[in-house]
């Protein structure tokens, strides 16, 4: 009980003589001495607890934990352990049963008849030969059923990671000049990515990538999607020469110059406009209707089908039709040999592939949550909404195992995709990652384990080994109508809209992620997003907020007298927060400033009575070095000379064993250090009581 609380419950106009108004005084009295031990009690807990761990401490704990652990289990039980860590399969492998393979069958043929086509169209986005699509739908999958824990994540290649590909490759080598030491380069920079991606999750450094924020993982994709629309004009116009610039006036002017210099066919437009038509209707089919959901997933399959036997049956090849042509079949080659670690390039190609690795582990990174992503998946299931890069994998992982019942390791499941392109890039593979559209159609057709993979990669390979020469005669118009099928769900308007409405620094920064990606490139993009986010979280760190404090009446709460107007201030005492997490060398004198400030508002503003004491409250500040400790020592020293006591409430463990190293609570006196901003402004108070008597 406070003691302003006790005080009203005695009615001072009471008749009792001057026997009561002695008992009261003695019972106050009392009451004072006990709130006093109490206080004291709490301001000795706190200067005396332990020091904190260093950092060194923390490491050797960790090593003896994780020894002490494995010196409890005999060698092969630690062996086995560390096997099924690394291979899952081998945990879920012995309880698969019969059933369940009949789902994933079904789940596995669905998966591939629309990974096919799609894998063909992302392969010739990369501007690799369509074979090498195919051949990143069968390895990667079969690496990630290994050693992955998703049970419904569909791997193979995705149209953002082959527009990064594509757009920072041909400025080392160009794919139209030699085509071959292109594709050498790619598989370089899949070998990067994949070893970038192991590190990551090996050493768990995956809040490293964390630096891209959400909008401007939204301005990326809505510009990528543009980016990559644009692209597909080539395929489906029947364009001969293009630009390698991704920006959309390079693309625009060279789509209008082919267009005038170069023999225009029509019948490219058309076949593509029709099928692209043809497969939103179906997509629009299986949005109405659930269990319609096989026909917008065979629905690549069958357009790739029908143009082809039509532009066979008509020879309509012979008439300006753009076709694949050259297709290699057969089994994944080895492409060891064709790595270039000795290139004059290496140091950009390892940049290329930190920069998808980077990226990749960026995107979704547990910003939304298990059932934003199922809804999502409801929403608009045959589409990529979110770029596809192995972090959306891991993100999306997770929101299927949630609803499954099981648990994912992130920074395991990093481990599995640098893994799999690291193999990938042995076995004549580019970039793969999990899909968020085939995902969803693997979770629709009721796959139960990741054997669906297996399925959809043996599928694809016996594809490989007997049906590519029937895809010699594929238009290619119909690839580029494949994959702009899938790009809508990339442009969220209503995020964006979302995002405008919430914070306006971030919506500045997914628009300069939009415009940087559409008007200059990829890298440009990224580098705007990135550069702003990091100026962003700069600028709260150099130039925290200080906000005055007042009681809430009725209450030992006491918050922003801005954002609670019926807070009291106390009168004599000026409360100051900090709000920031470290009062460090980038801050410590704008902090200082900032409180000076509100020390010269407060006092205007307390002109009846001067201000005595004033109280920092440092209940934000979880850390502070030299530059803020000489701060505060200067605080200290001008109130001191202005007659003003310098308070500091509930310092952090790591703050308060700063300020007893550095002895500034002997300056400052222990007795000005308190637990709560309660007990400082009770301790003021009775200082205030016992000056008045």
């Not at 090593?63 to 291979?87: C, D, H, M, P, Y």
């Not at 060279?254 to 029709?274: D, I, T, Y």
């Not at 893994?419 to 580019?430: A, I, Q, R």
């Amino acid at each position: 009980m406070r003691k302003e609380e006790f005080s009203s419950r005695v009615n001072p106009n009471t008749s009792m003589g001057s026997l009561a108004n002695e008992s009261f005084s003695i019972e106050l009295q009392q009451l004072d001495a006990a709130c006093d031990t109490a206080r004291n009690q709490r301001t000795h807990w706190l200067l005396t607890s332990p020091d904190p761990p260093t950092l060194c401490h923390q490491l050797i704990h960790s090593i003896k934990k994780n020894v002490g652990r494995t010196t409890k289990q005999s060698r092969k039980e630690a062996f086995f352990s560390f096997l099924k860590g690394l291979f899952p399969i081998l945990s879920w492998g012995r309880n698969y049963k019969a059933a369940k393979f009949k789902h994933d069958i079904m789940a596995g043929l669905t998966l591939a008849s629309l990974c096919i086509p799609q894998s063909i169209g992302y392969a010739n986005l990369a501007k690799l030969d369509p074979q090498y699509g195919l051949y990143t739908s069968v390895v990667p999958p079969l690496i990630y059923a290994l050693m992955g824990s998703s049970r419904e994540i569909a791997i193979g290649p995705v149209a953002v990671v082959s527009l990064l590909l594509s757009a920072m490759v041909p400025k080392i080598v160009d794919p139209a000049v030699d085509h071959i030491a292109y594709r050498n380069l790619v598989f370089t920079a899949t070998f990067f990515t994949g070893a970038f991606q192991a590190v990551f999750g090996l050493f768990r450094l995956g809040f490293l990538v964390d630096f891209l924020s959400h909008a401007a993982i939204v301005g990326f994709m809505g510009g990528a999607a543009i980016v990559i629309g644009l692209q597909q004009l080539k395929g489906l116009l029947g364009i001969n020469h293009f630009t390698t610039k991704t920006d959309v006036v390079s693309v625009l002017e060279a789509v209008f110059k082919s267009l005038h210099n170069e023999p225009w066919f029509p019948l490219n437009f058309v076949l593509g406009c029709s099928f692209l038509i043809f497969i939103l209707v179906t997509r629009f089919i299986g949005k109405r209707n659930k269990k319609m959901f096989w026909l917008p997933a065979i629905a690549p399959l069958l357009s790739v089908v029908l143009s082809t036997l039509i532009v066979y049956l008509t020879k309509a090849d012979q008439h300006g039709v753009k076709i694949v042509k050259h297709f290699k079949g057969g089994i994944n080659p080895s492409s060891l040999h064709e790595l270039q670690f000795n290139s004059p390039h290496i140091g950009e190609l390892a940049k290329i592939g930190m920069i998808c690795a980077i990226v990749a582990l960026t995107v979704c990174l547990c910003s939304l949550f298990s059932q934003f992503h199922f809804m999502i998946v409801i929403k608009d299931p045959y589409s990529d909404n979110i770029i596809n890069f192995p972090q959306e994998a891991i993100a999306v992982g997770r929101s299927f195992a949630s609803i499954k019942g099981y648990h994912l390791d992130g920074n395991k499941e990093m481990v599995a995709m640098g893994c799999m392109n690291l193999v990938g890039s042995l076995t004549s593979c580019y970039t793969a990652t999990g899909s968020f559209s085939r995902t969803a159609v693997n979770f629709s057709a009721g796959c139960e384990t990741v054997v669906s993979n297996i399925v959809m990669a043996i599928t694809v390979l016996i594809s490989l080994e007997l049906l590519t020469k029937l895809l010699y005669y594929t238009p290619l118009a119909i690839l580029a109508s494949i994959i702009i099928s899938a790009l809508p769900g990339l442009i969220d308007i209503s995020e964006a809209c979302h995002i405008w409405k919430v914070d306006k620094t971030d919506f500045i920064i997914c628009i300069a992620a939009f415009l940087g990606v559409l008007f200059g490139s990829v890298e440009i993009g990224l580098l705007i997003a990135v550069g702003i986010s990091f100026g962003k979280i700069i600028l709260g760190t150099i130039r925290p907020s200080v906000e005055l404090q007042g009681r809430l009446p009725g209450t030992d709460t006491f918050c922003d007298i801005t954002q609670f107007p019926v807070a009291i201030e106390t009168p004599g005492i000026l409360i100051i927060r900090v709000n920031n997490g470290s009062l460090c060398f980038a801050n410590a004198n704008f902090i200082r400033g900032r409180i000076l400030t509100a020390m010269t508002n407060g006092s205007e503003q307390h002109s009846k009575e001067k201000i005595r004491v004033l109280v920092l409250d440092m209940s934000n500040v979880m850390s502070v070095d030299t530059s803020g400790i000489v701060a505060l020592e200067e605080l200290h020293r001008e109130f001191v000379s202005q007659g003003i006591q310098l308070a500091i409430a509930n310092p952090r463990w790591k703050v308060i064993n700063k300020l007893k190293a550095a002895k500034f609570l002997d300056k400052l006196g222990k007795g000005w250090i308190f637990l709560t901003v309660g007990d400082a402004v009770d301790a003021c108070l009775n200082t205030k009581m016992a000056d008045l008597n």
